[in-house]
């Protein structure tokens, strides 16, 4: 999708309900705390109020955190998404892979960022799905962070698939994430099976197509923050 195609892309699909789902998973996509059990019951009735599929697919993840000893979150978690090659959160990997340019797109994903209004902690690596969903989220940069996904779609719907075929509770968020963009067509879907045939750029085609990022287990992960899910940032 080109950036004018994103851009009134962006437009078409903000709104409450967009910002309630993403805000939701946001939160869920976080590394699992006590305090993030303790706002469960605050997703589960701002999830409630939105459309299927997403309501059912996000209660479903919902309902798995809530009933899992936190140790357990905590150790499936990393086993997930900082030990399987196709389960990252850093989406400029799917792009990019461990290559330089990589790490230009994380410097314009920051500026990016700034040019909504937003300034990231320093522990805070602004292609962690959680980081770009919470902005997409945000009343005021909601286009913004919904451009952002945009851009990164393939890698999200790679995602998508590897959570679904791990049986993950996760793959419910990544559901009801993907439902509120426009379907897969034309040069998104020729990337996500690139991707899938293929890995990011710079690994060895037909061996481990996805190599761990370049990031450490837990680097850039957003902490828990106050829930609010009414598309501002606390």
Do not use: N
């Amino acid at each position: 999708m080109k950036r004018v195609e994103r851009a009134r892309a962006a437009r078409r699909m903000a709104g409450r309900e967009t910002a309630v789902v993403h805000r939701a998973a946001a939160l869920l996509l976080e590394y699992p705390t006590a305090e993030l059990l303790e706002m469960l019951p605050t997703i589960r009735a701002a999830v409630a109020e939105v459309g299927e599929p997403a309501r059912a697919a996000l209660l479903a993840t919902v309902d798995a955190l809530a009933g899992t000893p936190l140790t357990d979150l905590q150790a499936r978690y990393v086993e997930t998404f900082d030990l399987r090659r196709r389960c990252s959160l850093y989406l400029t990997y799917y792009a990019y892979g461990d290559t330089r340019k990589r790490g230009v797109a994380l410097v314009q994903l920051k500026q990016a960022f700034r040019d909504a209004g937003w300034e990231l902690a320093d522990a805070e690596l602004p292609d962690h799905l959680a980081v770009v969903l919470e902005l997409a989220s945000a009343e005021g940069a909601q286009e913004a962070g919904l451009r952002l996904l945009l851009e990164h779609r393939a890698g999200v719907e790679l995602l998508r698939l590897a959570l679904t075929d791990a049986g993950s509770p996760y793959a419910g968020v990544l559901v009801a994430v993907c439902g509120t963009l426009p379907p897969l067509a034309g040069e998104d879907r020729e990337a996500v099976a690139r991707l899938a045939a293929e890995g990011p750029p710079g690994e060895d085609v037909g061996l481990e197509p996805f190599g761990p990022p370049l990031t450490a287990p837990g680097a850039g992960r957003p902490a828990p923050v106050p829930v609010s899910l009414t598309g501002a940032r606390p």
